[in-house]
């Protein structure tokens, strides 16, 4: 175990390593039913989806916990799934089939810049006030994801507002945050898995905690042949190439899938490794040191890019690293082990999936939150009094809850960087792979308002 993963090196150990993952896991459970849920309205088999997912995020985990020893868990990331249904299939008109092609080909692209080391050098080339601006970002984000899923916030009327304390499950996360609060000021060793565990045990009796409908195992493996491998059948990639007239279309959605991929990524390792000191700088000096798999970084980004290849390939959209990791961090994840945990867990749902579904997002939106604010720390690295680094960091940090996502938020933290940086005469000092992420990202945004 010790030289496997290395955690006295990483001043962690088995105990701590396990709590983390499971910690991760809990917070990040939804996915196992929601993705199947928002994936089916396209067509797809429920349970088919369902493994998929389940395979999809164990595949993925594994290789970023036993290849790059790093604690963050992989599935299918939400906002990039509701593009597959809502903009691919239902806006574009394409079938699902050609949806997960595109999600192939996007895995593909990612796994080529990230061997050219395009993706790490893209990292490199952000300044700090901005990578603090994303990890702290990432923070509110975090935070946000958690009150969305409880419901505390109304979007119902189009201008959000406090929900009104009328739902049990409102109490029951009311009374979660409270209690992981006190957990952690009182310094409670596994704080944040024990708000989980003693919220959900709390939501029997209020109602909240119930098991939910689901399909069993053996009839999600019958469902599975529907899905997997059909990218690669004359409905699959075969297809995308028929219609020259669509192949623009094509080429543009792979372009906007593979650009919040890569940032969603990018943002996620910077918001939490640097702060964590999971990914240190003499690890990034490694990284963009020669050729070949130097460092944690160099690993952990191959990683995540071979994972959206394989989740498509099983029958689901984009997977990612997901957001939800830290988490596990906060809990004292350091290391691969951690990773492994949460693959194991994600395994044991197949056959659990009642159980697991059963875990109410008001128990794991108070983790959630709590995570947050530990990370928003980071923005105290910022020079808010210099109004042109403060511009660029606020825009950075707020348009990941904004708009819900972090590609996004990175987008206007990039360009309002830039414009600065032009009318104070100091453009020299951006640099070239800044411009060009830059304008990507504007390509990005016209290609959209054109496909919309």
Known sequence: MERLFKLKENGTRVSTEIMAGLTTFFTMAYIIVVNPGILSQAGMEWGAVFLATIIASI???????????????????????????????????FTWQQALSMVFLCGIINIVIT??????????????????????GIGVFVAYIGLLNVGIINLDS???????????????????????VVLLVCH????????????????????????????????????????????????????LFRDPSRLPAVLITIFSL?????????????????????????DEKAMMSGSGFR?????????????????????????????????????????????????????????????????????????????????????????WDDFSEAV???????????????SYGIAFGFLSYCVIKICRREAGAIHPILWVSTALFILNFIFLAVLS
């Open 158 to 180: 189009g201008v959000p507002s406090f929900a009104a304390l009328n739902q049990p499950s409102l109490w029951l996360f009311l009374i979660g945050l409270v209690l992981t």
């Open 258 to 282: 593979s650009v919040s991929d890569t940032f969603d990524t990018i943002g996620g390792f910077i918001g939490t490794g640097r702060r964590s000191g999971i990914f240190s700088e003499e």
């Open 59 to 93: 595949i993925g985990t594994l290789v970023m916990g036993l290849f790059a020893n790093v604690p963050y868990a992989q599935a299918p990331g939400m906002g990039l799934n509701a593009f597959f249904v809502y903009t691919v299939c239902f806006g574009l008109n």
């Open 115 to 136: 061997v050219s080391k395009i993706r790490k050098s893209i990292i490199r080339s952000i300044p700090v006030s901005l990578q603090n601006a994303i990890g702290g």
């Open 295 to 383: 460092s944690k970084m160099d690993k952990a980004l191959f990683s995540d890019a071979i994972a959206t290849s394989v989740g498509s390939i099983f029958g689901t959209s984009n997977t990612t690293t997901f957001v939800e990791s830290a988490a596990g961090i906060e809990a004292g994840g350091r290391t691969g082990l951690t990773s492994v945990v949460v693959s194991v867990c994600f395994a044991l749902s197949a056959f659990l999936a009642s159980f697991v579904s059963a875990i109410p997002s008001a128990a794991t939106a108070p983790a959630l939150v709590v995570v947050g604010i530990m990370m928003t720390s980071v923005f105290k690295e910022i020079r």
């Open 392 to 406: 660029p960091a606020f825009f950075a940090g707020l348009f990941m809850s904004l708009c819900y996502s972090i």
């Open 188 to 239: 409670v060793k596994g704080a944040i898995l024990i708000g989980i565990i003693l919220t959900t045990l709390l939501g029997i009796p209020m109602g909240v905690t119930t098991a939910s409908s689901s399909v069993s195992f053996s009839e999600a493996c019958a469902a599975l042949p529907s899905t997997f491998g059909v990218i690669f059948t004359s409905e699959g990639i075969p297809s």
